[in-house]
Nanobody, 122 residues
Framework: QVQLAESGGGLVQAGGSLRLSCAASGRTFSSYHMGWFRQAPGKERELVAAVTWTGGTTYYADSVKGRFTISRDNAKNTVYLQMNSLGPGDTAVYYC???????????????WGQGTQVTVSA
């Protein structure tokens, strides 16, 4: 069992940065691949970034490549999402997820956090 808790969301002006954190409970965190998703009002949830359990491989959606960076610290049971050059289109609730499969876009994650709101003003 893994419990996930996101933090770091908030209101930021366009062009600004935020760093999201997702703290996991449980001793098996390091065996899970981790992903960050977001869901904007009226839109489907989308995969933003993912990282393998070793941290050696990452995935980014085209919309965030070059602006977002996912990383993890298995010693701290935490995964991060550094978001730079934010724009109004990044406004959404951001969720972290843990899964046995790295194919987050095709296979449901095993565990989800409650989400953190990110709002980017123009």
């Amino acid at each position: 069992q893994v419990q996930l808790a996101e933090s770091g969301g908030g209101l930021v002006q366009a062009g600004g940065s935020l760093r999201l954190s997702c703290a996991a409970s449980g001793r098996t965190f390091s065996s899970y691949h981790m992903g960050w998703f977001r869901q904007a009002p009226g839109k489907e949830r989308e995969l933003v970034a993912a990282v393998t359990w070793t941290g050696g491989t990452t995935y980014y959606a085209d919309s965030v490549k070059g602006r977002f960076t996912i990383s993890r610290d298995n010693a701290k049971n935490t995964v991060y999402l550094q978001m730079n050059s934010l724009g109004p289109g990044d406004t959404a609730v951001y969720y972290c997820a843990a899964g046995r499969s790295f194919s987050f876009d095709t296979r449901p994650a095993d565990y989800w956090g409650q989400g953190t709101q990110v709002t980017v003003s123009a």
